[in-house]
């Protein structure tokens, strides 16, 4: 079965250092890889995904993530965190489905990230 | 152009009522997901649809079920309402093409009391 691990329930870094919200998965096959952002009694923003291609993928607001095969890992990064960033951070797994259109995202049980100024 | 949309914001029902929730999904975009995300948990696939169909669900009873519309809208009904039930439900579109990503609502908080 597919299954995501967020193995940090809550990170905390200063504002102006670099962060690391780490995650892992288990899945069959090449896997659909997503980074999604939750704002306190808000839904979820899409921050990146990987498909294939660069290990490392850009995405919105200066975060990227660092897709690594063989540590079956998908950390999620920024250079230089803001207070704004504070969050809850989930890392999300596709299903292949069919059709390709199809298919559900497994979570991970996310990660609170705390920036202080 | 607008997201996608769910109504109602918030919603308080009591056990044993039902319970219909709307999701509008982003223009352009054919197929709607619906996950269930309980306190200080990720979210939990319900179902999805596409072409007015459902083509995959998670696990849950058969007291869930949904509908799509021609317009690619589509609703989350839920019978028989217990206190379990009680989460923030999430709609989530995804486009004919770049089909991978999924943009999701803002939520209904549902309070079953």
């Known amino acids: 079965a597919q299954s995501v691990a967020q193995p940090e329930d809550q990170v905390n870094v200063a504002e102006g250092n670099p962060l690391t919200v780490k995650c892992t998965y288990s899945v069959s096959g090449n896997p659909y890889l997503f980074w999604y952002v939750q704002y306190p009694n808000r839904g979820l923003q899409f921050l990146l995904k990987?498909?294939?291609?660069?290990?490392l993928v850009k995405g919105s607001y200066g975060f990227e993530a660092e897709f690594n095969k063989s540590q079956t890992s998908f950390h999620l990064k920024k250079p230089s965190a803001l207070v704004s960033d504070s969050a809850l951070y989930f890392c999300?797994?596709?299903?292949?489905?069919?059709?390709?259109?199809?298919?559900?995202?497994?979570f991970g049980q996310g990660t609170t990230l705390q920036v202080k100024p | 152009d607008a997201g996608v949309t769910q109504s109602p914001t918030h919603l308080i029902k009591t056990r044993g009522q039902q319970v219909t929730l709307r999701c509008s999904p982003k223009?352009?975009?054919?197929?709607v997901s619906w996950y269930q995300q309980a306190l200080g948990q990720g979210p939990q696939f319900i179902f999805q649809?596409?072409?007015?169909?459902?083509?995959q669900r998670g696990n849950f009873p058969d007291r869930f079920s949904g509908h799509q519309f021609p317009n690619y809208s589509s609703e989350l009904n839920v019978n028989a309402l217990l206190l379990g039930d009680s989460a923030l439900y999430l709609c989530?579109?995804?486009?004919?093409?770049?089909?991978?990503?999924?943009?999701f609502g803002p939520g209904t908080r549902l309070t079953v009391l």
């Open positions: 999300a797994v596709r299903d292949r489905g069919w059709p390709s259109n199809t298919g559900k995202l497994i």
């Open positions: 990987y498909i294939t291609g660069d290990n």
């Open positions: 649809y596409y072409e007015e169909e459902e083509r």
């Open positions: 223009s352009g975009h054919d197929t």
């Open positions: 989530a579109s995804s486009p004919p093409t770049g089909r991978d990503t999924q943009y």
